[in-house]
Structure formats: structure tokens, C-alpha cells
Nanobody
Framework: QVQLVESGGGWVQPGGSLRLSCAASGDIYTIYTMNWYRQSPEKQRELVASITSIGNTNYADSVKGRFTISRDNAKNTVYLQMNSLKRGGTAVYYC???????????????WGKGTLVTVSS
């Protein structure tokens, strides 16, 4: 069994910052790419940022220069530092990961349950 658990969401004023974490645990041999997505009531789920196992990153144009994705492979954890959060940026942030399970060497894809980020004055 594998779990991805996000944390760090909450309320922040426009212009503020938050740092999200997503910890993977369980039957894990190795984790490949890890991603952050977000979904607001008005929009479909969108990819925010990605990071490969060796640290190569990619960002949505809307967050470039404001968000930073990083990971700690020893802790099986991915982070999202969000700065200059915008008014109207309220969304649920989800992490996902492609990983190889230790028990059967299968490469599978898992999602976390999300953490709510509320941007409001």
C-alpha cells in the first residue's frame, strides 16, 4: 500500500506565501516524477509544477517566477513553495507520483487527497 499525504495548506492573504509538502510512504522502491496540480471550482485540474528524480523541474506559465518545486528523495517528499499568491487563487492542491513498488516492482501512479489553499483578504 502506498499513500501520498499533502500538508501545508491554509488561508493566506494576496501577496503572501505558503509552503506545501507531500510525503509518500508505504511500499515504495523508488519514485520517479512528482507533480503538483491544483483545481478550483471554476477550472479543471491543471498541472502546476513537476520535478524528476534528478531534480529537473517544469512549471506552468502562470506560476513561473513565483512557485518553486523541490524534493527530498531521502524523505520521499516533494515541496511547493508558493510566493506572491494571487487574489482568486483559491484551489485544492494535489500531488501525484509515478513510482515503483518494492513488493512487485510494478510502476504505478498515485494521487494524494489534496490540501486547500485559500487566498483571500
Amino acid at each position: 500500500q502506498v499513500q501520498l499525504v499533502e500538508s501545508g495548506g491554509g488561508w493566506v492573504q494576496p501577496g503572501g506565501s505558503l509552503r506545501l509538502s507531500c510525503a509518500a510512504s508505504g511500499d515504495i522502491y523508488t519514485i520517479y516524477t512528482m507533480n503538483w496540480y491544483r483545481q478550483s471550482p471554476e477550472k479543471q485540474r491543471e498541472l502546476v509544477a513537476s520535478i524528476t528524480s534528478i531534480g529537473n523541474t517544469n512549471y506552468a506559465d502562470s506560476v513561473k517566477g513565483r512557485f518553486t518545486i523541490s524534493r527530498d528523495n531521502a524523505k520521499n517528499t516533494v515541496y511547493l513553495q508558493m510566493n506572491s499568491l494571487k487574489r482568486g487563487g483559491t484551489a485544492v492542491y494535489y500531488c501525484d507520483a509515478d513510482l515503483m513498488r518494492y513488493s512487485d516492482s510494478e510502476i504505478v501512479h498515485y494521487w494524494g487527497k489534496g490540501t486547500l489553499v485559500t487566498v483571500s483578504s
